[in-house]
């Protein structure tokens, strides 16, 4: 499994261009599934047929990661750039940037009060001399990711895009380990979460589920002088309350807890004062979806350097695939 996160967190996919990333899921998981497909916005949708009596479930992950944007580039060849999703100026100063062809640049910022440094006071430096030398590599509109390698520190492990490369793992797992399920599955790899819950928003329309099922990263409270949060690394698989996108559907949480209870996985339970998944989109489809969240509890979410626990993800794995054989009757 570190192979596959390794693979995956390492991948290139800012919101909007993530095939790297689900053309590399696509050749993972279509031995294992009936039908897959990809949509119009980039979502990729894995099939696992169920009995005639079962429930139709929507599981999504999304593939794409925070990045930025080049706005322009100036005389000198230093670029500009705009936030794709949630980017914290406090994150980015000596990171580095990746863009599509492989060139890296390095982030600083002009002189100035470090309280008053925003994202237009910081740049990119590509190493080029002029904008033509610039220009030769990298243009305006062109995506670009935060470059950093993955890390196995043993029972925890350390790369950028965890959120949420981590869930599609748990997906990708689970789905290896699904053979004959009572439920329809539809494994979703949803596009666009970080911009605002886009591709999941199209997805759950199409797939018109019984369920839906977000697996996402959410933060912790148990790191120095941390935000209050009673949601720990290596305490298990997280089983959303509620976040700002969505209240778990009370039932949805219940049947969580229960086959958490049944099949001797450890969890926890979540509230997140701040931030949303694709539950969000996915619970206000059509006429209203039960819908809920399966968290993967993660530190220094939306840094380059996201930390998440190996226990948890297999228990994340194990939530999902007891879900799979469950008797759903939610309205
Ligand atoms: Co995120
Ligand atoms: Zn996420």
Redesign the pocket.
């Known amino acids: 499994m570190k192979d596959l996160i390794r693979t995956l967190t390492e991948a290139f996919g800012p919101s909007g261009y993530e095939t790297e990333v689900t053309d590399l899921i696509k050749t993972l998981v279509e031995d294992y599934v009936d039908e897959i497909e990809t949509d119009v916005l980039g979502n990729l949708i894995a099939v696992k047929r169920g009995s005639e009596d079962g429930a139709k479930i929507m599981f999504a992950a ?1 593939t794409d990661e925070i990045g930025i944007v080049v706005t322009h580039i100036d005389d000198n060849g230093f670029l500009r750039f705009a936030n794709i999703g949630g980017v914290g100026v406090a994150t980015l100063i000596g990171n580095r940037v990746r863009f599509a062809n492989g060139t890296i640049g390095v982030i600083s910022r002009e002189k100035g009060d470090w309280k008053e440094t925003t994202l237009d006071k910081l740049y990119i430096d590509i190493g080029a001399e002029s904008k033509e030398e610039a220009q030769a590599k990298v243009n305006v509109g062109d995506f670009g990711i935060f470059h950093r390698e993955f890390v196995d520190l043993g029972q925890r492990l350390v790369a950028k895009a965890m ?2 490369r981590i ?1 599609c793992v748990v997906l990708i797992e689970a789905l290896k380990q699904i053979k004959e399920p009572k439920n329809t599955l539809y494994f979703v790899f949803t596009a666009q ?2 911009v605002g819950l886009r591709g999941a928003r199209t997805s759950a329309y199409r797939i018109d589920p019984d369920l839906g099922i977000a697996l ?2 959410t933060m912790t409270g148990d790191t120095p002088e941390a935000r209050r949060m009673e949601v720990s690394l290596g305490k298990g698989t997280a089983i959303k309350v509620k976040d700002s996108s969505v209240i778990a559907h009370p039932k949805v949480k219940e049947l969580l807890v229960k086959l958490a209870e049944e099949n001797g996985i450890p969890y926890q339970l979540e509230v997140l004062e701040a931030g949303g ?1 694709d539950a969000g989109a996915i619970h206000l489809t059509r006429e209203g979806v039960p819908s809920g969240t399966i968290s993967i509890p993660t530190r220094y ?1 939306h840094s380059p350097s996201e930390m998440v626990d190996v226990r948890d993800v297999k228990a994340c794995v194990d939530l999902v695939v007891a879900l799979a054989d469950a008797e759903i009757d939610i309205n």
């Open positions: 999304h959120d949420d869930g979460e970080e996402d990263v998944t979410v």
